[in-house]
């Protein structure tokens, strides 16, 4: 009998560890609210320009242009458990859009994770290098994930991607958004030990026509099958 309770005790010692691995060592990424956000940032270009003398040579930037964009994007959490919470390793995201036929617009592309909304001077939108999509969240933090832009008082729309920031010339034609909107689209959020790593959204012109809406769905709202996303 003895023998029977230490077993019992090991086996349930073992399932005790291994359900806390599964609910309680487990980053879950959430949505921190079903509407997308719009941030109004001003950007500057510039062009170089090279000089010379008889005697020296330099280059100088010049000021192009100084525009005002609308940038705009979906914000998740690392979800705060009751009793304890792990942070959340991400590694990157990828995005896929369609159309409102059900169409692809994009293959899977990366996007642009952003942890700079509330405190740009330690992650900028628009730094200088190539960024990395590797971040830690902790739990009951948030994380910017970056969708769109388009140039204040403009009707047109372009994809935010994880190289935008390093084009001279904003609205590159080629992540120009040209389908008839709404637009559907998937998140998949790429981690250490991430289980929920799907979000789900549209994306349609407000009544103001050059304002983006952004909002999340879930599942049993979007319109296309999970065969087609997975």
């Not at 920031?165 to 590159?172: G, P, R, T």
Request: net charge neutral; charged share 30%; aromatic share 12%.
């Amino acid at each position: 009998m003895e023998i029977l309770f230490w077993i019992l005790g090991i086996v349930g010692t073992v399932i005790a560890y291994v359900v806390g691995e599964m609910i309680f060592n487990r980053p879950k990424i959430i949505i921190s609210s079903s509407e997308g956000w719009k941030e109004t940032k001003q950007v500057n270009t510039f062009v170089i320009r090279d000089h010379s003398t008889d005697t020296d040579s330099y280059t100088e930037k010049e000021l192009k242009s100084r525009d005002y964009y609308n940038v705009y994007g979906i914000q998740i959490r690392n979800e705060r458990f009751a009793f304890s919470g792990v942070n959340a390793k991400l590694t990157n995201v990828t995005i896929k859009l369609w159309d409102s036929d059900g169409s692809p617009l994009t293959d899977w592309y990366d996007g642009r994770l952003w942890g700079g909304r509330k405190n740009a001077s330690n992650d900028p939108l628009f730094p200088r290098e190539r960024v990395t999509n590797e971040k830690e969240i902790g739990e009951g933090q948030e994380l910017d994930v970056v969708l769109a832009y388009n140039q204040e008082n403009e009707q047109t729309f372009y994809k935010f991607t994880v190289e935008t920031h390093l084009q001279n010339n904003f609205m590159i034609y080629k992540d120009l958004l040209k389908r008839k909107m709404p637009l559907y689209g998937v998140i998949r959020i790429h981690g250490h030990r991430i289980t929920n790593n799907k979000i789900r959204f549209r994306i349609n012109p407000s009544a103001e026509k050059n304002i983006l809406e952004i909002k999340t769905m879930s599942e049993k709202e979007f319109p296309l099958a999970k065969e087609e996303i997975a």
